[in-house]
């Protein structure tokens, strides 16, 4: 089930506003913006949701020894080494 999206919208100044008119997509340069303030981005991919094809040649490397699990208890996905019990 996807969540339903909210509408946020919030004032900025004229300095703010100059530094990100430009941007291409402003929504999803801002949803970046604050998810890598609020520490929860992805460190492999930065909150892009797509990895290069270097990051996932790293990746298919990694995953060799380690595997994604969901957590019984929040039913969130984490990763498990394969060499720790």
């Known amino acids: 089930m996807k969540k339903k999206q909210e509408i946020i919208t ?3 100044d004229d300095d703010l506003l100059q530094a990100i008119k430009d941007i291409p997509n402003r929504s999803e340069f801002i949803r970046g913006a604050i998810i ?3 520490g929860s981005g992805c460190p492999l991919c930065n909150g892009s949701g ?3 094809s270097n990051q996932k040649r790293h990746w298919d490397d990694f995953a060799i020894d380690h595997f994604v699990k ?3 208890d929040c039913h969130e996905s984490f990763l498990v080494c394969s060499h720790i019990s």
């Open 36 to 38: 890598e303030a609020l």
């Open 70 to 72: 969901n957590c019984h």
């Open 10 to 12: 919030f004032k900025v």
């Open 50 to 52: 797509m990895l290069t």
